[in-house]
């Protein structure tokens, strides 16, 4: 078993709460080197067994590489802004291309475009009681982002997610790339609780690209 906090390894939980609680666990090896091909770097994720592990490759221009337990992805929204909050980046370059990032308080945002999200399907439920009612996982097949408006004069979202693959991942707990997409299809800003009470925020801009933000904290080695 590799040793998290030593080794260049660190934890992440990104998309916190108000009171620091809850948020996405990420991990982030800092020194990508030591993990030299995508074959060692998909086996890293594995035992790690978190959402995403984020590879740091060059740690000033801001280029990463993003691993589920099971699949590389060009983009995922956790990881890029854990990562750019960790490393104090104003970019960050996923195999997507550039990524920028702003910090606002206690808020790290990143700009992103709708298509470079993973396809979802984002289903709309009638009441949040629904939504929490929803055993994990739903029955079906493929990636569900369940949600439902817990205000929607304010914006206010709440929200699963069901990766729905055999990668040990049975709910995610944050997931910044289907917050792009419900805001894209809304087309408007939302402040979304997903999970057991993470915290994700978005923007869309005039450009029809979209700001999603939240906080991040370092949690200790284990």
Known sequence: MTDIGSGGIEVLSVFCAGDGRHGNRLGVVRHGRDYPDEASRQALAAELGFSETVFVDDPERGYVDIYTPGVRLPFAGH???????L??????NPPVGEVWVRQDGEFTWITARPEWAPPRTLCRYGTAAEVNALPAPPPGEGWLYAWAWEDESAGRVRARAFPRRDDGIVEDEATGAAALLLTAELG?????????????????????????????RLLPPR
Do not use: C, M
């Open 79 to 85: 990881p890029l802004v854990g990562a750019a909050w």
């Open 87 to 92: 490393l104090d980046l104003e970019l960050v």
């Open 188 to 216: 408007r800003a939302l402040n979304i609780t997903q999970g057991r009470g993470s915290q994700i925020l978005t923007a869309p801009g005039p450009d029809g690209s979209i700001e999603v933000g939240g906080r991040v």
